[in-house]
């Protein structure tokens, strides 16, 4: 195990150094601006011959093959949303090579996609996150606990045995150590807890629901975990749940806590710092924010920089940031920002009282492209999925659904699959995907209730 994780530490050393060196270096915000624009336009014109949506898009409006400005690529370009990649999804995605794998998301917005993907995109950005996790003394040849997701528990058959095994076998030669964050009750907790102990990690990744329960639970082992020496714990998948949660892990651990920024659909795009505040991986990602309408954070649209299956232009993810001393209504570029809003995914309590992280509903649901989009209703004791599709979904891919959803709790395996027309929705016209109702109550599809 030592000699693969060293192996790959030093295969790493380089291209992470490399990668250090362009974001260390003094530069303006001008000079950053300047080498996006170089990369976007290269970027740019790589889509004009190679994926069709984009070929459109210039000939119909008249779109320049170079921009002379960031500001003029914004004006220019439309921005792209969820509702937009899945209508057109096929004309979206690069025509020179076959996808590799496909990215599935769900997450908090509870409408999966299937985008796909080449293998060299998940090397180029495990560049930026490796350079990132070295601000905390963190190397790939750092011994990892994952309180995460096991979707690779869920499959079924030869194909889902065959998975788990590869993942195991793997996680021994990478020195990772993974311990389910689907079951989110005091047992489990503990379990983890000793689990931890045992592998004596270096650093800590979790969900950050998860790591804040895992905080609590394990509070009366604060001695035996100090004993540890863990560099760091980074929260990953959502925000954590309260403000008290960093410094809940920090004394739990005596130790930074930092947190990742990204999504399913880009990897990382930006990281947390041991001084604080979040740095973006602006080489990957041109990161543009404009003041949201609530007057309190900016929302995010994302373009890469760098050759993707599946490039994203101008694409509004879903997330608002705070940045420290704004000047101006949108920012073309960001560098540097304070925090994350609003992108804390929540939990279910079952009957019995186990507490059950929605991932485990979203890596159940994700794989069935039939599904548009889904919430989990808790109202009472009674918990049941809802969801939209062109069409009802089969009983087969329903019994596949619970039988995912079994393997994390035996309460689920027969919980009511229901289709509809539409779901719940905000105010604000977001879809939550955990919604709990209060007794006896009922709601329109803006949750305003009754």
């Known amino acids: 195990m030592k000699i693969v994780r060293h192996t790959r530490e030093y295969l790493l050393r380089a291209r992470v150094r490399e990668r250090a060196k362009i974001y260390d270096e003094e530069r303006s915000l001008e000079q950053i601006q300047s080498i996006q624009l170089a990369l976007l336009n290269k970027e740019w014109n790589r889509l004009v011959d190679d994926v069709p949506y984009y070929s459109k898009l210039i000939r119909e409006k008249g779109l320049p093959k170079e921009f002379r400005s960031i500001e003029e690529f914004m004006a220019a370009v439309p921005i792209t949303s969820r509702a937009i990649i899945k209508k ?21 917005t509870a409408e999966p996609i ?30 990892l606990f994952l309180l995460w997701g096991h979707s690779h528990l869920l499959g079924t058959g030869l194909k889902g045995l065959l998975n788990k095994s ?40 979790g969900y950050s629901v998860a790591l804040d329960r895992f905080a609590r639970v394990n509070a009366f082992r604060k001695k035996d975990f100090q004993k540890l020496g863990v560099n760091v714990i980074i929260g990953a998948a959502e925000s954590f749940p309260s403000k008290e949660t960093p410094n809940l892990l920090s004394e739990l651990f005596s130790c930074p806590v930092g ?74 570029s960001v560098v540097t920002f304070e925090s994350v809003l ?39 004791d009674t918990i049941y999925i809802q969801y939209t599709a062109k069409e009802a979904l089969r009983k087969e891919l329903e019994n596949a659904i619970r039988d995912k959803l079994s ?6 395996e027969n919980i009511e699959i229901i289709h509809v027309s539409s779901l719940y929705r905000t105010i604000a016209g977001k879809t939550p995907m955990i919604l709990v109702k209060p007794d006896g109550a009922e709601c329109d599809h803006k949750l305003r209730w009754k």
Request: glycine share 6%; hydrophobic share 35%; charged share 25%.
């Open 114 to 143: 299937q985008i796909p993907a080449w293998r060299e995109e998940a090397i180029f950005t495990s560049y930026d996150m490796w350079m990132a996790r070295s601000w905390y003394g963190i190397s790939p040849a750092s011994k």
């Open 166 to 205: 590869k993942r195991i076998l793997l996680d021994w030669c990478l020195g990772y150590c993974r311990f389910s964050a689907y079951d989110l009750q005091d047992k489990a907790m503990k379990d983890a807890g000793a689990a931890l102990l045992r592998f004596k990690p270096d650093y800590i990744i």
């Open 407 to 412: 393997k994390v709790h035996p309460l689920l």
């Open 88 to 108: 057109h999804i096929s004309e979206m995605t690069s025509r020179s090579k076959k996808a590799d794998f496909y990215r599935i998301t769900g997450g908090t």
């Open 342 to 380: 609003g992108r804390c995914n929540d939990y279910v309590q079952l009957a019995d009282g186990s507490l059950i992280h929605s991932e485990a509903f979203t890596h159940a649901i994700r794989w069935c492209q039939e599904v548009s989009a889904y919430q989990v209703i808790k109202n009472k």
């Open 259 to 332: 947190m990742e920024y990204g999504s399913v659909e880009t990897n990382l795009i930006a990281h947390s710092t041991p001084k604080g505040g979040y740095k973006t991986f602006w080489k990957s990602y041109l990161v543009e924010a404009e003041k949201s309408a609530t007057g309190i954070g900016y929302k995010v649209r994302i373009t890469s920089l760098y050759p993707r299956c599946f490039p994203l232009v101008r694409y509004e993810i879903g997330d608002e940031i705070i940045i420290r001393d704004p000047t101006r209504s949108i920012l073309p």
